[in-house]
């Protein structure tokens, strides 16, 4: 007969060990994820990747040069539109709000990150595509400008927040006004803080394919100026994995490995940079 | 040696006095960060009105019978949105059943079992998890999951569940319940950060009234701290619905894009999300065009609600929190 005590303890380790499981469990998918894109990536990537077109079909070879300029000119045009709404947003939830107002202005902001994906891409098709009669790099662009907005806000938010009221003190105290010291005191201590998080919402809008299928669309070849449809590095994946074809499946994983690497590194590097957790998800 | 300057000769009226003080800044940066924030607003509103305003063609044909009938034929130019609602909501309880679980596990073992070294680390690996997109997950899961449940979970679960509808049938791997998985797997990153934070919210008296008590760590954090932070872990997993409500690529990979209704998990299905992505830029006539949007429309609209009360309930708990300590 176990006693009373020795169950308990017993009970104490078992949950211990099946919640820790848990964890594993979650952080293993990580490792999987990683690990298989190297293994089946890595074995593909190469210097063409980066600097030709894609090849026509049925032919090996070729790149996705066209898809990397494509979502390069995407997150600029989207960083374009949502950096400046979601920094200045930010600023006055953190210096100008008053309750209400800032309240409902950052519980819209929050609703708006719930929006999903696809949905914004319905947007964006009904704003711009609809009226312009033809699918463009511009509408990509709003789509996921959008989508950046909500993470811009809450992060220079809070970096804003995060600056000792000593600082404005200060800078009131020598005599300057409200604004002079917001912009000259006040930002520049967060500015690293902020550049980081908006660092963060360029990587995550990055990998973001749904509101780009119908905007941006696809395009086979390069895409000059603004007004063509264009590829990009997330729409080839879903388009070349989705293909019967197996030297399509190959270059897929070697798109994914790039795409991964580019917002891990990021990931981490906001993580190195900052030193403090959670602001992936604090959105 | 200065004359008086002319500003002070001058008679202060009030309207001059709001001059002045516009002309020193403050008011005028007040001013435009206040219409940037307000943008914010008026992006969501016009969001809100485009896709209302873009659907009202099958809103006025179909009305109400949009959302009950099962017919999506867009050749004879008939919708209904019955499977794709169904096909939505069967993969995002799936998700649910297997992630919350999970979820909650790993989220109570990172903040009240596991020493902060490690709780550290983990959490912040899964929030790299959380930053990896989902077209990524869905490459992941055509090449790996699904051959995985076709030639080996299938089988097993047939021979053992069988006698259940949900598990029978073929299974071609791509399905409700590949859906399923790979959205349990997308959401377990969000259940856990936010579930963790919640948990760590919770007053340090609470824990150690109940230790001194005689409680072992595991009954401190099922009998204490769970049940103090419930509020926010609800919260937690009404975000994580809402964000496998509307998850797109991953779903659209692997749920088959089949818009019929089946009771097994094994048959393939369609989702919300996944039709428009498939459809979307393949469609012709103006009335296919709207339904579509009229999709979005619905999926905006439960979403949103979803969000709103999740954000509701994590808000009360933090506050009771900080409100506490």
Redesign the interface.
């Known amino acids: 007969m176990i006693s009373r005590r020795t169950r308990?303890?017993i009970?104490?380790f078992v949950?211990?060990a099946?919640?820790?499981?848990?964890?594993a469990?979650?952080?293993s998918?990580?490792f999987f994820?990683l690990g298989?894109?190297l293994w089946?990536g890595g074995r593909t990537l190469n210097w063409q990747f980066f600097t030709q077109l894609p090849a026509p079909v049925g032919e090996t070879g070729g790149g996705f040069a066209n898809a990397i300029i494509g979502s390069a000119k995407l997150l600029l045009l989207a960083s374009l539109i949502g950096v400046?709404?979601g920094f200045?947003?930010g600023?006055?939830?953190a210096?100008?709000?008053g309750t209400t107002?800032?309240f409902?202005?950052r519980?819209?902001?929050?609703?708006?990150n719930?929006?999903?994906?696809?949905?914004?891409?319905?947007?964006a098709?009904?704003?711009i595509v609809?009226p312009m009669k033809h699918?463009s790099t511009f509408a990509g662009g709003v789509a996921l400008g959008?989508m950046m907005?909500?993470i811009a806000?809450r992060s220079t938010e809070e970096f804003l927040r995060a600056v000792p009221n000593s600082l404005r003190e200060g800078a009131l105290a020598l005599g300057a006004?409200?604004?002079?010291a917001?912009?000259t005191v006040v930002i520049p201590a967060a500015m690293r803080g902020i550049i980081t998080g908006i660092m963060?919402d360029v990587?995550?809008v990055?990998?973001?394919?749904?509101p780009l299928?119908?905007t941006a669309?696809n395009n086979r070849f390069s895409s000059p100026g603004w007004n063509q449809p264009t590829s990009s590095l997330?729409v080839m994946?879903?388009t070349y994995?989705?293909a019967p074809y197996e030297d399509w499946?190959r270059q897929?994983?070697a798109a994914?490995l790039v795409?991964?690497s580019l917002?891990?590194v990021t990931?981490?590097a906001a993580?190195f940079i900052l030193r403090r957790?959670?602001?992936?998800?604090r959105g | 040696m200065t004359t008086a300057s002319p500003t002070i000769d001058r008679p202060v009226s009030p309207q001059h006095k709001f001059v002045q003080r516009l002309l020193r800044g403050d008011q005028i940066a007040h001013l435009i960060t206040l219409i940037f924030a307000s943008a914010i607003i008026l992006v969501t509103a016009l969001l809100f009105f485009e896709l209302f305003r873009s659907s009202a063609l099958t809103r006025q044909k179909f009305g109400f019978s949009f959302l009950m009938t099962t017919t999506w034929d867009p050749v004879a130019l008939e919708f209904g949105a019955l499977p794709f609602i169904y096909g939505t909501l069967v993969t995002s309880a799936l998700a649910l059943i297997i992630g919350v679980p999970l979820g909650l596990g790993a989220a109570v073992f990172l903040a009240e079992l596991a020493p902060p070294r490690v709780s550290d680390g983990l959490a912040f690996l899964i929030e790299l998890l959380a930053a990896v997109p989902s077209v990524i997950y869905g490459l992941l899961a055509i090449f790996t999951l699904i051959p995985l449940l076709r030639d080996y979970i299938a089988p097993v679960l047939r021979s053992t569940l069988g006698f259940l509808p949900f598990f029978q049938g073929p299974s071609y791997g791509v399905g409700l319940l590949a859906a399923g998985t790979v959205l349990a797997i997308m959401i377990l990153p969000f259940i856990i950060s936010i579930s963790r934070e919640v948990l760590l919210a919770v007053p340090r008296e609470q824990r150690e009234a109940s230790l001194a008590l005689g409680a072992t760590r595991w009954e401190t954090a099922s009998h204490v701290v769970v049940p103090y932070a419930k509020a926010g872990i609800i919260g937690s997993i009404f975000l994580a619905l809402a964000r496998a409500l509307g998850e797109t690529m991953a779903v659209t990979m692997v749920i088959g894009n089949d818009p019929k209704i089946n009771a097994s998990l094994f048959a393939p299905g369609y989702s919300i999300a996944a039709v428009i992505a498939n459809e979307f830029s393949e469609a012709t006539s103006d009335i296919y065009i709207s339904a579509l949007i009229e999709l979005g429309l619905v999926l905006f609209c439960i979403t949103i609600a979803v969000n709103a009360i999740a954000r509701l309930l994590i808000l009360a708990t933090t506050r009771k929190s900080t409100a506490h300590s």
């Open positions: 308990r303890k009970t104490n949950m211990f099946m919640t820790g499981l848990c964890a469990v979650a952080v998918v990580l994820i298989y894109l089946q400046p709404i200045l947003g600023v006055y939830l210096e100008f709000g107002w800032a409902i202005v519980y819209t902001t929050d609703l708006l719930g929006v999903p994906s696809i949905v914004m891409g319905i947007f098709y009904a704003l609809l699918f959008v907005i909500p806000v006004t409200k604004w002079r917001i912009a963060l990587a995550r990055a990998g973001e394919t749904a299928l119908f669309f997330p994946i879903f994995a989705i499946h897929a994983w994914g795409l991964l917002v891990l990931n981490i993580r957790q959670s602001l992936v998800l």
